[in-house]
């Protein structure tokens, strides 16, 4: 009963804050995206999370926040490591679209200190900089839908349900900004982006919430979730120049995508116990 109370409220507040700081993100546009407001709406799970875990988990470490073995540590560091450097180099390979610059690096460094630098200064200012921005948004996700709800969902509905229900919750989350054009590039036609979109969230919940039942704790969700955005959005896609790459790699490309599903498969086919654990918080 305390399980469906807090997944009632857990739900009604994520769901309903969310949609507030989608609609001003939709509203208002790239203003509101340089104004950094998808971190705000990424931090919005960790909060409501928190707020619940405080209201009916006092004794319990609600979101997961346990040691975990070093095995774990290193599977979600190497299972998105894997699936995105083969999907690129396999794309780099018959299209020559490597251009062994790194302008994405090089533009974030601009941004940060406001001026151009030399290229080596630039690489390790975004490092620095980036990484973490990348652990702690990952962090605000993660510790709301693998840290708290999915273990309580698979406590009121048993592994299976609790995969496919988390999975829409999460799509849905993000479904108001992907339509609106502000999640992925604007040009390219929802008819492709929202099946893919859904491909890729059902492949990722299952990777996720494995490690999460898997090591009990939610850390190797949060670096797995980290490392993913990390690689795609800053290191990989900033080495690769061709405008039609979205189409191939990325979380929407066909090759990244068929290497994710084919982890997802892999691990639900190797790694069916785990999926059975129960966690108590």
């Known amino acids: 009963m305390q399980d469906k109370k807090a997944l009632r409220l857990y739900l009604i507040i994520v769901l309903s804050v969310s949609a507030v700081i989608e609609a001003v993100w939709i509203y208002l546009g790239e203003a509101a995206s340089l104004a950094g407001i998808s971190t705000l709406l990424m931090m919005v799970p960790f909060i409501t999370a928190a707020i619940v875990g405080r209201i009916y988990y006092k004794k319990q470490r609600a979101m997961g926040f346990k040691r975990c073995r070093f095995v774990h540590v290193l599977l979600s560091i190497l299972i998105p490591l894997i699936y995105l450097m083969l999907s690129y180099a396999l794309f780099w390979l018959f299209t020559g679209s490597y251009n062994g610059h790194p302008s994405a690096l090089m533009d974030a460094a601009a941004a940060y200190s406001g001026h151009e630098l030399p290229k080596n200064v630039a690489i390790a200012i975004s490092l620095a900089v980036t990484l973490p921005v990348s652990f702690i948004t990952a962090l605000g996700e993660e510790a709301g839908w693998r840290g708290l709800m999915h ?34 590039p604007s040009e390219i036609s929802l008819v492709y982006v929202i099946p893919m979109f859904i491909v890729e969230i059902a492949a990722l919940t299952i990777i996720l919430s494995w490690l999460r039942m898997a090591s009990g704790s939610v850390w190797p969700a949060v670096i797995l979730h980290a490392v993913h955005n990390y690689l795609d959005q800053i290191v990989f896609q900033s080495f690769t120049s061709n405008e039609n790459s ?10 990244t995508l068929s290497l994710t599903v084919i982890a997802a498969v892999i691990i639900l086919v190797k790694g069916r116990k785990a999926f059975t654990l129960s966690l108590d918080s």
């Open 151 to 184: 273990p309580i969902m698979h406590r009121i509905w048993g592994w299976k349900k609790a995969i496919i229900i988390s999975g829409c919750v999460w799509a849905l989350w993000h479904l108001p900004i992907v339509v609106a054009g502000l999640y992925y």
């Open 246 to 255: 979205v189409y191939y790699v990325g979380e929407i490309g066909i090759i």
